[in-house]
């Protein structure tokens, strides 16, 4: 664990993972860029995500459906009536709160002020839009607030041409957006963001036992990926906490430097989506069971993902800090599928003769793995860089190689070298970061 919040945003904003957005403007808040390391990082994650729940089950595929959609999508699914939140404003500084996540009720946390907040309203969290060139009421369309529904009205097609049968899940990765009242902690919560969601249609009357199949999991992916299993924990939410679809909901919450919060939804939506879509379209959404000879809404259990959020936690998680010889050594302890180079090459020195050698070999592991030429600074310092961005493994040129045709390779969580032969450095990095 960092020690705290401050030394991974800057490590993260340092070496290129994350940058503020529209930064030469002064930065829009709340609104980052992922850099070439981050980005890379990112998809890595989403990969590990589809890899999980999509490419290694039998009984779920997947879908990328539109940003933008029908409005009556949002009024089916009690978006337009529901999805908002408490917003109260400090009489005295101005400030904006959602009421809900205030510490104390009376006291402002940003001028210190006692009972100065006005009355809550219900603030709405979709971002509204116009369909074409003219701006009118009935061209306004809105920014998805989660990629579920898309899923779900889409329930009928990928059942019938995929050929699913209960029970069965649809999962999807992309972009949704939310006029967040209070964004903030980095990229924990903003107002543009990844979801990755699946909802498994089952049973009415196998609801509950999937929903704790899939509360194991997706603690088992956080910790197959290197979270310390000490560091997440399943909460339930209270009655008054639910969303209003929903029937049962824990978050899978892991230990922020600012304390436990949410990473992860898992929810039973029972019938409440298809049978709202059924309602509104006059499409007749049930599924047939042919044996039972039966129609009937399924139920849906969802674990919902953040993508920015579980790439902040892992590399929270992966941050190490140990004293070598003396010195302080930053590495960060990530998982090799996570991390965003693999294998970085570095002369020892940049005569003409070694970077030929180097820039050769670098170019034969490209199309294999992500691989950094790195040539500046001294030895040392390129392996601390590489240990900083959590690099498993580096491949170091050195004068002895033009004879031996051979090169060191160092690890990044021993530092043991091994001493390999150009031909076999190949077949040694595949076992290495299988
Ligand atoms: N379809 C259900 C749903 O959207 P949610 O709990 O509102 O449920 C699911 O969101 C996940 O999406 C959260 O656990 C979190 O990881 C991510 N998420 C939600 N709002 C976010 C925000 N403003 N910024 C970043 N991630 C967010």
Known sequence: MPTDFDTIVNLAKKRGFVFQSSEIYGGLRSAYDYGPLGVEMLRNVKEQWWHAMVRTRGDVVGLDSAVIQSPAVWE??????????????????????????????????????????????????????????????????????????????????????ARMKL???????????????????????????????????????????????????????????????????????????????????????????????????????????????????????RYYDQEANERFFPYVIEPSAGANRATFALLIDAYDEETVRDETRVVLRLDKRLAPIKVAVLPLSKKPELMEVSERVAASLRPLWATEHDVTQSIGRRYRRQDEIGTPLCVTVDFDSLGDQAVTVRDRDTMEQDRVGLDALQGYLTEKLA
Request: a negative charge; proline letters at 4%.
């Open 167 to 285: 029970p069965f899940g649809i999962a999807q990765i992309g972009k949704a957006f939310r006029n967040e009242i209070t964004p903030g902690q980095f990229v924990f919560r903003t107002r543009e963001f990844d979801q990755m969601e699946m909802e498994f249609f089952c049973r009415p009357e196998e609801a509950e036992e999937w929903f704790h199949y899939w509360l194991d999991e997706r603690v088992r992916w956080y910790v197959g990926l290197g979270i310390d299993a000490q560091h997440l924990r399943l909460r339930a939410h209270d009655e008054d906490e639910l969303s209003h679809y929903a029937a049962a909901t824990e978050d899978v919450e892991y230990l922020f430097p600012w304390g436990w919060d949410e990473l992860e939804g898992i929810a039973n939506r029972t019938d409440f989506d298809l049978r709202r879509h059924a309602e509104h379209s006059g499409k007749d959404l």
């Open 76 to 161: 089916a699914s009690g978006h337009l009536t529901s999805f908002s939140d408490p917003l109260v404003e400090c009489r005295n500084c101005h400030n904006r709160f959602r009421e809900d996540k205030l510490e104390d009720l009376h006291q402002c946390p940003s001028c210190g002020k006692r009972d100065t907040f006005t009355e809550a309203r219900q603030f709405q969290l979709m971002f509204k839009t116009n369909l074409g060139p003219i701006e009118s009421e009935e061209n306004v369309v809105f920014l998805r607030p989660e990629t579920a529904q898309g899923i779900f009205t889409n329930f009928d097609n990928v059942r019938r041409t």
